[in-house]
């Protein structure tokens, strides 16, 4: 379940090609870590793609599969859900704030957001 969220992540993510300057430039590795599944995703030179465990990763989220799954799909923001404890996280800040501006900007939740506003 966590690996078919993070598929529709990237898919999601090189369709949507004005997000570019927000990783064009970063390496990043991230540990998605879930109730029994782990995801592994490698943000570098303006891709992004899923990796083999990765045991020196720059980010690492973990948390409940509900929690992952509203972050993946940008329905709740990451520092919201670290606050509320549902998830936990490490990294780097900067690496964290381009992390949550993509999850949002590339999840379900945030076009029926604008819809809502319209």
């Not at 990237?10 to 990043?28: D, G, Q």
Request: hydrophobic letters at 40%.
């Amino acid at each position: 379940m966590l690996k078919q969220a993070a598929e529709k992540f990237i898919r999601v993510l090189a369709e949507k090609p004005a997000l570019l300057p927000l990783y064009e430039t970063a390496t990043i590795k991230v540990c998605i870590q879930g109730d029994s599944e782990r995801i592994d995703l490698l943000f570098d030179n303006g891709s992004c793609s899923l990796i083999g465990n990765s045991p020196d990763a720059d980010v690492v989220i973990k948390g409940d599969d509900p929690a992952i799954d509203s972050l993946l799909d940008g329905a709740d923001r990451l520092f919201a859900l670290e606050t509320s404890g549902a998830l936990t996280v490490s990294g780097d800040q900067h690496d964290l704030l381009t992390l949550e501006s993509l999850f949002i900007l590339t999840g379900e939740a945030a076009y029926f957001r604008r819809r809502e506003s319209e």
